[in-house]
């Protein structure tokens, strides 16, 4: 259940960001297509479940020398990996240079923990709420 709430959550976050940040666009169509839209917030969370913790340790010496400021980079390259993914796949995100994906890493980590904070689920393992 805490899965599926965490996709709802992940999806909330995305539509926040396109909705706010120009140069990040999702083609819904004339016949709303919201079943890509949550496919590309399942594949944003495959993203970061499994790759962001490699990159994260691989750019650990970057990291402590930005003082953690390169973990935005890493979100935004993410994102953009994700658009990469969804136009791969003919699924409507687009993300269109650098600095949109920045401003979208950061608005949706922004709205995913306060949607994680009001909901109540954990994104760190191992917490009990």
């Known amino acids: 259940m805490d899965r599926i709430i ?6 909330a ?3 926040a960001a ?5 140069n990040l666009d999702f083609d819904f169509g004339p016949e709303g297509a919201w079943w890509k839209f949550l496919l590309v ?3 944003f969370g495959l993203v970061n479940t499994f790759l962001k913790p490699i990159l994260r340790i691989l750019t650990l010496p970057i990291t402590f020398m930005t003082l953690g400021l390169f973990l935005l980079v890493l979100n ?5 990996l994700v658009g990469a993914i969804s136009a791969d796949l003919s699924l ?6 650098f ?4 401003l979208g890493s950061i608005v949706i980590s922004v709205v995913g923990f ?3 904070m009001v909901v109540g689920t954990s994104r760190i393992a191992g917490r009990v709420v």
């Not at 935004?76 to 953009?80: D, I, T, V």
């Open 114 to 116: 306060v949607l994680s």
């Open 18 to 22: 396109v909705f706010v940040v120009p």
């Open 6 to 11: 965490q996709l709802l959550i992940n999806a």
């Open 41 to 43: 917030a399942f594949i």
């Open 92 to 97: 409507g995100l687009t993300v269109g240079d």
């Open 13 to 15: 976050a995305l539509y």
């Open 99 to 102: 600095l949109a994906a920045l």
């Open 76 to 80: 935004a390259l993410l994102l953009m």
